[in-house]
């Protein structure tokens, strides 16, 4: 079939069209009435366009449809423009998108509609924390307008009226909720002062906690912790526990409550000195520093006493940690292991006391009491006369209250009842005290360990041997052919 030459609309028919030749465009397929014009057409992007649609063995375009293929391109890269300086932030998550669909992905996503509900509800505690404070301050501003002031030239101009709560006004909700408290028919208005106090301090610890979040410099964050020490709550190691809101009559029955209910194990109980001391530090850990008893700052923090509550019984953390030596050295004060250190040498009881300084002058040192005959060194070592070295290398116990000494031999016997206690009770018990009191005792603790380690895995690989029968270290086969 024979290809069809058009003329383009745009060129000019000479007046002797019949006689004069046509220049053609095979790509194309259009002729030409002059050289002029076919070179023209060379030159343009029409005929390059069907010159590579030529070379794919496609047909030919026309003029008009190849104008229209140029418009509709060039209006995409507009829109592709557009598209490229596209940015949306989303106030919410803190995040910029450079293409819209992204962003509206984005938007639909359940991390965002999560986020955006949290800080809406933050928002709203905020409002009404906000509107709460007002209406309280409202309401001290109308009972102070109601309060009558004093005659003049009375006694009472110096001295101010103490307000009391039934100066201020209860709504119409808050009376009929209280009517039920009210007995023999006295119209009067009783405020429990207890939950108000925690009501506030709720309050006040909340709003220290939105201040160290907004804190910029190390000044506002000293103090802002400052004011939380201050309004945190103090836990009584007499009546109250250290892991439930539970409440004792005496500290030995709060020792048996956490002891029973939740498997509290004090280490190296016969060493201590101060029982009642240990068990106030770690209730003012708990509740002041809001720190767990056994990650011991090592986890995430916490920010309130029923949050560490909630952590260390959730996670079965109602223990002491005593397993690293920070740990240890963190309550050390309250031990004392001076029963289970070797004894001095002889040479070292006669040494020289006074301590002369490079400057000539003499160190203010303790110096032996010639009526006890015995020395007193600043960390509480006492140091006898060598004529009487066998009373002092006698073991005598401790000096401790007659209540706690009690309250430590009854914990001991139901350490020692229980079985539940016996591993932790042989792992604490004098080991890691006499060891760490030895000259390097901390190396030869981690040679202990390190040897400990070696058996295991010496015993995983025997068992692992034995059960495979792979005892042998070379393969023979048995049957040769």
């Excluded at 745009?10 to 095979?26: D, V």
């Excluded at 002031?149 to 307000?163: F, H, N």
């Excluded at 901390?442 to 010496?458: H, L, P, S, V």
Aim: aromatic share 6%; proline share 5%.
């Amino acid at each position: 079939m024979d290809s069809v030459l058009t003329v383009p609309s745009g060129s000019s028919i000479p007046t002797n069209a019949q006689n004069t030749p046509l220049f053609t465009c095979i790509a194309c397929q259009v002729a030409f009435y002059s050289a002029e014009q076919q070179r023209t057409h060379y030159r343009s992007d029409w005929h390059r366009y069907n010159l590579k649609r030529k070379v794919a063995d496609l047909p030919p375009v026309t003029a008009e449809s190849f104008a229209q293929r140029v418009l509709s391109q060039q209006a995409q890269a507009v829109e592709n423009t557009k598209r490229a300086e596209f940015s949306a932030d989303c106030s919410v998550c803190k995040k910029t998108y450079g293409t819209e669909n992204s962003f509206n992905n984005h938007l639909n996503s359940k991390k965002h509609k999560e986020t955006e509900a949290r800080m809406l509800r933050r928002m709203q505690e905020d409002e009404d924390v906000r509107a709460e404070q007002e209406a309280i301050a409202e309401s001290i501003a109308a009972a102070v307008a109601q309060v009558p002031g004093p005659a003049e030239g009375s006694a009472d101009d110096e001295q101010p009226r103490v307000l009391k709560a039934t100066d201020f006004p209860m709504s119409d909700e808050e009376s009929d909720e209280d009517s039920g408290e009210i007995e023999d028919g006295e119209q009067s208005m009783e405020v429990e002062v207890g939950d108000s106090e925690e009501l506030v301090r709720r309050k006040e610890e909340r709003e220290i906690k939105r201040q160290l979040h907004q804190a910029t410099t190390e000044e506002e964050v000293v103090k802002l912790l400052e004011k939380k020490k201050a309004a945190a709550p103090r836990l009584s190691p007499d009546a109250d526990c250290i892991f439930c809101p539970h409440q004792s009559d005496s500290f030995e029955s709060n020792m048996e409550h956490m002891s029973l209910a939740h498997s509290l194990f004090v280490p190296d109980l016969e060493f201590i000195v101060d029982l009642r001391g240990l068990i106030k530090y770690l209730a003012d850990k708990v509740s002041v520093a809001n720190v767990c008893l056994y990650c011991n700052g090592r986890g995430r923090a916490l920010q309130s006493l029923e949050a560490v509550r909630r952590h260390m019984l959730d996670k079965g953390h109602t223990k002491i940690a005593y397993e690293t030596e920070i740990d240890i050295l963190e309550i050390s004060d309250f031990y004392d292991f001076s029963s289970t250190y070797p004894d001095a040498d002889e040479a070292d009881a006669d040494m020289q006391l006074d301590v002369v300084r490079p400057g000539g002058r003499q160190s203010a040192a303790p110096r032996m009491e010639e009526d006890e005959g015995e020395l007193v060194l600043p960390s509480g070592t006492r140091i006898g006369h060598r004529s009487l070295q066998r009373y002092y290398k006698q073991t005598i116990p401790s000096e401790q209250p007659e209540k706690e000494s009690v309250v430590i031999h009854k914990m001991l016997t139901n350490y020692a009842n229980n079985p539940e206690y016996n591993n932790q009770l042989i792992q604490s018990s004098r080991n890691r005290a006499v060891i760490l009191a030895q000259p390097n005792g901390q190396r030869a603790w981690k040679d202990i360990a390190t040897f400990k380690e070696n058996r295991a895995r010496q015993n995983f690989q025997t068992r692992v041997g034995v059960k495979a029968n792979r005892l042998q270290i070379f393969y023979r086969e048995q049957n040769p052919q």
